[in-house]
Nanobody, 115 residues
Framework: QVQLVESGGGLVQPGESLRLSCAAS????????MAWYRQAPGKQRELAALISRSDTTIYGDSVKGRFTIFRDNAKNTVYLQMNSLKPEDTAVYYC?????????WGQGTQVTVSS
């Protein structure tokens, strides 16, 4: 069973930055894609960012130009760098990795943007 451990969430003020990390318990070289989703209270889960096996990236419209997804294969970790955070970015952020042998989710990490 693959385990994904997320970290980096917290409370920040508008305009500040956070970096989320998702460490996998096995090699991320055997994956189709890695992504960060988010879910705000009362809303559906939505894609924030995705990086494919070929390093193609896709971003949700609301985060384009502010968020960057990248990975470190040596550390089996995928990151989400979030800049210029807004109150509407407040949500639980979930890591998702689509391995060749299955799709796995992290437990979620809370990001709160508030003054």
């Amino acid at each position: 069973q693959v385990q994904l451990v997320e970290s980096g969430g917290g409370l920040v003020q508008p305009g500040e930055s956070l970096r989320l990390s998702c460490a996998a318990s096995e090699s991320i070289s055997s994956t189709y894609s890695m992504a960060w989703y988010r879910q705000a209270p009362g809303k559906q889960r939505e894609l924030a960012a995705l990086i494919s096996r070929s390093d193609t990236t896709i971003y949700g419209d609301s985060v384009k130009g502010r968020f960057t997804i990248f990975r470190d294969n040596a550390k089996n970790t995928v990151y989400l760098q979030m800049n210029s955070l807004k109150p509407e970015d407040t949500a639980v952020y979930y890591c998702n990795i689509n391995f060749f042998r299955g799709n796995y989710w992290g437990q979620g990490t809370q990001v709160t943007v508030s003054s």
